[in-house]
């Protein structure tokens, strides 16, 4: 498998590139309100929203000991966590859902201080979603990069320097290490062993946290290629599991065994939906009588979620 490294590694590098500056250049559906039109509900927490059921807020907010907010990442992904129910209801209702929060996580001081921070981020957000783009010329790449110093321009009108890379400097330092590796990857002039040599170097540049991160999908990747060789060789789930925790620990080897064993129930559960549907298709009655003993069908091997996934085995 080694000759997909290099097609793999391309497509990680402008995924890379596209998903970060992408996700730096939205803005709001709607135009934010001020803080001062959110809806103020109290004590009383603000109602759930469906698409968060069953889910824990992202990312966190803390202060120091005398009462002052921790500026950090953190922060920004929790407030991205209640802003992806955007659609689903008002600004307004998630300003105030995002405010009870804060409210519940810091003291006084420090959560007027985050409430304010996030007041300012959703206007940032609305600007950014009115701010008329650019007419897109030259390489994709480029077009990013131009997209990417408008938006840090307008969001300095909104955060300071310090607050900006305090809240914002991972998110800017991985945007612009992906369109420096976009750039080479684009770059007609260089030969092949050129780009894998300057896509190497850059990497080398790379924390080693970061560098650990990029990598960790790909040793996904190359402990299930070892373990379809290990059956393809004959070789047992004891087998495959002795591999995988050598590789990494006994836990994770236990937890890939289970993502196993769910895949090979779901295969099974197909395969026996795929029988059973083809005889009701094949079968005596009118559409309706059919299209009706499909969904009871369904409905017996499968949960509303589940129906969900059938369309791509049906053809």
């Known amino acids: 498998m080694g000759s997909r490294q290099l097609p793999m590694t391309w497509v990680a590098g402008v995924v890379a590139a596209t998903a970060l500056v992408a996700v730096g250049l939205q803005g709001l559906p709607v135009a934010a309100p001020r803080a001062a039109d959110a809806t103020r509900t109290g004590d009383v927490p603000p109602p759930a929203v469906s698409s968060l059921a069953g889910t824990t807020p992202d990312g966190g907010a803390t202060a120091t000991a005398d009462d002052a907010l921790v500026l950090d990442p953190a922060l920004i992904r929790l407030f991205d966590y ?3 129910t955007v659609g689903e209801r008002p600004i307004s209702a998630i300003q105030a859902q995002v405010e009870h929060d804060l409210d519940g996580r810091l003291a006084p ?3 007027r201080q985050a409430k304010d921070l996030f007041s300012r981020y959703l206007q940032f957000k609305a600007a950014l979603k009115a701010q008329r783009p650019a007419k897109p010329t030259g390489r994709s790449v480029d077009i990013l990069r131009e997209g990417l110093r408008r938006m840090l321009a307008l969001r300095a009108t909104y955060f300071s320097e310090a607050e900006s890379q305090a809240l914002f400097g991972p998110q800017d330092a991985e945007a612009s290490a992906a369109l420096a590796r976009m750039a080479i990857e684009q770059d007609p002039s260089l030969t092949g062993q050129q780009r894998r040599e300057r896509l190497a170097a850059l990497d080398a540049r790379l924390p080693a946290s970061v560098r650990a991160e990029r ?4 040793a996904i990747v190359h402990l299930e290629e070892a373990a379809q060789q290990i059956r393809a060789q004959g070789g047992s789930e004891d087998d495959v599991y002795r591999m995988r925790a050598a590789a990494t620990s006994p836990e994770a080897a236990n937890r890939l065994a289970d993502v196993d064993r ?6 099974a559960r197909i395969a026996a939906y795929q029988a059973q549907r083809a005889t009701v298709l094949s079968g005596p009655g009118d559409d309706a009588d059919r299209a009706a003993a499909m969904s009871d069908l369904r409905n017996r091997l499968f949960t509303p979620e589940e129906q969900r996934r059938l369309a791509a085995y049906e053809g």
């Open 215 to 218: 990598e960790a999908p790909l």
């Open 262 to 267: 769910e895949e090979a129930a779901w295969k």
């Open 109 to 111: 001081h420090a959560a």
């Open 82 to 84: 209640y802003l992806t």
